[in-house]
């Protein structure tokens, strides 16, 4: 499934202009009642004021219109078949159904009791035709008493007749002109344009698969968007940027969503083609592969003695994983695991800015007062800076962008659990400057929220759901950027936390999470090109949320010139890697640095001299190789 283009795309094209809404229509009614039954009608107007109320027609056996969206009654606690039952026989059961912690009953609703209501309320109909007796392509004979019965209750002019059959409606277009007609659709909408306009369909088009530009394509035509079905502020706000005029609801609530502003259509400019990236592994160490440093980073219940090392910061080749537990870190790169010269904090959070300067969480999970460590980049001396979170709960994770020990400074992003709003901390010089909250956000964050900063701006960034999906912000919530339910298919994202916004040749890119979750699989999309997937590499292992606390994959875009651009990619327990992403051909200067250890060996001594295999109050000798295959070895003082 497509998913739809970042509305960061469109944010040009946004004319502080005339203020409208969309038409809200209650999807089988509303979800307060048994679907599709007076009660569900009614009080998709008294309750939550919806424009037009949705139904789906069927016939019974003695030729009556009914509503009923399934060809049974089961799925509502009856056991008849609508076409094979009389209306005396169906409006004999009672129907149960469970909505929103709330049970309801009722009985079925005829198509004249329905169009009643709609007059009663002064809403307009939409009649979705199902494949029924009478009423399909092959056969529309029941079409006419229906049509009949909707120009009886004086609704002709307001109805909309609404199906996927396309024979049928080209039936309804040239006997019933007056009936306006609406094309019910998925990604197949993609090639009838031009069949849309023939017939004067407007396409009904369900959520997830479709993007403005689509919408400008059937506006050009002279034809509106509709789209099912729309139940969140986020999703509301991203397709009425798109310029949809219609929306199926069950729950949304009209009246709590604002206005929308008009749109530019000619400044709208067409996606480019997708980028043609190309992606060469540098280096990979994966479960899956079976060359896992000793020690690398697991989960409970296994040897490694980092057992809560779930983000890691990545500066230059070089991942520096925190254990929370224990209070340390370990270091990787190209050649395994290197000597770490930083010491561990007791958070999850530890994170690196655009300039090479790590940043760790030095304050728990506690809510206030904060804190962070600071270690200036090619530096070991630390940096402590306290200062005060606007908004309380536990953020488990944060990132970092720009140059927190320059004049200009840079920005810490923390989305606090529980919260709709991003709290951002500028630091410049080393030294903290202020905390600033985001404006409210569309969705509330739930356990290990995220933000990934676009550039060195606090007020533009994508922030993480997880479980839920990506949200764009720029001065205000712009709603849907990734979006779509929570998907372990490549390349849908998953729940897993973690994602990189860079750019390469021109393109905007977006990477996050997908295949398997918890496990490192990750997709590239162009959002130059309408969200087009262009890269999908597999998971680095299987070890799953069951074999460790990781969350996510996270990743680090690192420049190295207009074409060529390093990923680093890191999951807990699964691996980590390096992977070099260009158009074009591969980035030869690429080299690693002589300068950089790798730990060979570690022997431990008791105060004593004795030796053992294992840690304890006492000194050990490390040995390290550079690259340039020079030894060298250091006695250290060690205190388990």
Known sequence: MKQFATLLLCLASVLQAMAWKPLFVGHRGSYRGVENTSEAYRNGVDYYGYDGLECD??????????????????????????????????????????????????????????????????????????????????????????????????????????????????????????????????????????????????????????????????????????????????????????????????????????????????????????????????????????????????????????????????????????????????????????????????????????????????????????????YAAGETTPIEVDFNLLNDGQTNFITASGDVMSDEGGYVYFYPNGQNVVNVVKIANGKYVETTASGTLSITGTTAGVVYPISNNPEKFIYQVRSNGFYAYDKADLGGYVAGSASTTPPNRNSSIGGAYFSLDGHTLFVHPSGTNYNGGFTIKDMSAKAEAVLTVPPMGNGGYAANPSVGAFFKAERLDDKHVMLYEYCMGNGYAAYQLYVGEPYTALTTTIGTPRLISTTFYDLEGRASTRPFSGFNIVTKQFSDGSNHSEKRIFCH
């Open 57 to 374: 027609v069927r016939v019974t056996s003695d030729g009556q219109y009914v509503i009923s969206h399934d060809e049974t009654t089961n799925r509502v606690g009856g056991n008849l078949t609508v076409a094979g039952a009389t209306l005396e026989q169906l409006k004999a059961e009672t129907y149960t159904q469970t909505r929103g912690g709330v049970t309801y009953t009722g009985q079925i609703c005829t198509v004249a009791e329905y169009l009643d209501i709609c007059n009663e309320k002064n809403v307009f109909p939409v009649i979705e035709l199902k494949w029924t007796t009478g009423i399909n392509n092959n056969d529309m004979s029941n079409f006419p008493g229906l049509a009949a019965l909707i120009a009886q209750k004086g609704l002709t002019h307001k109805a909309v007749i609404l199906t996927s059959m396309k024979q049928s409606l080209e039936y309804v277009r040239t006997n019933y002109p007056d009936l306006k007609c609406q094309w019910l659709c998925n990604a197949n909408w993609d090639g009838n344009e031009d069949w849309c306009k023939k017939w004067d369909l407007q396409p009904s088009i369900s959520a997830g698969n479709f993007d403005i530009y689509t919408v400008k394509k059937f506006h050009e035509l002279g034809l509106d968007v509709a789209c099912w079905t729309v139940d969140t502020k986020a999703n509301y706000e991203s397709y009425g940027a798109m310029g949809v005029k219609m929306m199926t609801c069950n729950y949304l609530m009209p009246s709590d969503m604002k206005e929308l502003d008009d749109i530019d259509w000619d400044a709208i400019e067409e996606p480019k083609e997708p980028i043609a990236l190309k992606c060469d592994t540098t280096f990979k160490y994966s479960r899956f592969l079976g060359n896992l440093p000793e020690g690398f980073p697991s989960g409970a219940g296994t040897e490694s003695p980092y057992k809560s090392a779930q983000q890691a910061a990545i500066i230059n080749g070089i991942f520096y994983a925190n254990n929370y537990t224990t209070s340390t870190m370990v270091a990787y790169g190209k050649d395994g695991e290197v000597l770490c010269p930083y010491a561990g904090t007791n958070s999850h959070g530890i994170t690196s800015d655009d300039a090479g300067n790590l940043i760790q969480r030095a304050d728990g999970l506690s809510k206030t007062p904060n804190k962070i460590i600071l």
